[in-house]
């Protein structure tokens, strides 16, 4: 009779951290300054005031509304000033930049705040594949992060995986 099969990835201690799971509640969505240019190069403060008087800021309710200009141009800062004032009795966040730039500084944030002390000698698998493409900054944060308390770091899923860190075993 043949030994009974035994998952050991299941039975194993790991913990596996997905960075997905950190991803901003609020949705995001886009305000593009370069279509209020004058011929995509030039902002004219009367026309963009009136511009953002007409805009329904009303469609950014409870999202983060991320405010950039894909031009190259010189945009002053008033010009962001005039939209988070319009923007913020609606939109849960508001953040200057692409939502590139926002996913970095929000899983920063995030990763700064973990708790170290649930990471504590544990072994300790990041999950890299999911349906939401997590920023390479992430990994980076949250693996410089969690070194110094963990006994292992690795990458992918439980059943295969990538060593990034082993702690060295000491001697008593």
């Excluded at 299941?10 to 997905?18: D, F, G, P």
């Excluded at 799971?21 to 009136?50: Q, T």
């Excluded at 990763?111 to 698998?125: C, G, N, P, W, Y």
């Excluded at 493409?133 to 295969?160: F, H, N, Q, W």
């Amino acid at each position: 009779m043949a030994a009974p099969l035994v998952n050991k990835v299941a039975n194993s201690k790991l913990i596996t951290l997905k960075l997905e799971d950190y991803w901003p509640s609020a949705p995001m969505a886009s305000f593009d300054l370069k279509d209020y240019l004058f011929m995509e190069l030039i902002l004219k403060e009367k026309d963009f005031r009136e511009a953002v008087k007409s805009h329904d800021f009303s469609q950014y309710q409870d999202k983060t509304l991320l405010v950039f200009c894909s031009a190259d141009a010189i945009i002053p800062a008033w010009a962001y000033m005039l939209v988070a004032a319009a923007a913020s009795p609606y939109a849960a966040d508001i953040y200057q930049g692409t939502q590139e730039e926002y996913l970095r500084s929000h899983y920063r944030q995030t990763i700064a705040s973990l708790d170290l002390e649930a990471f504590t000698d544990q072994r300790l698998v990041i999950k890299g594949c999911g349906d939401k493409e997590v920023p390479a900054s992430a990994y980076l944060d949250v693996t410089a992060k969690l070194r110094p308390v963990v006994r292992s770091i690795m990458y992918g899923e439980p059943c295969s995986t990538v060593p990034v860190f082993k702690r060295p075993m000491t001697r008593k």
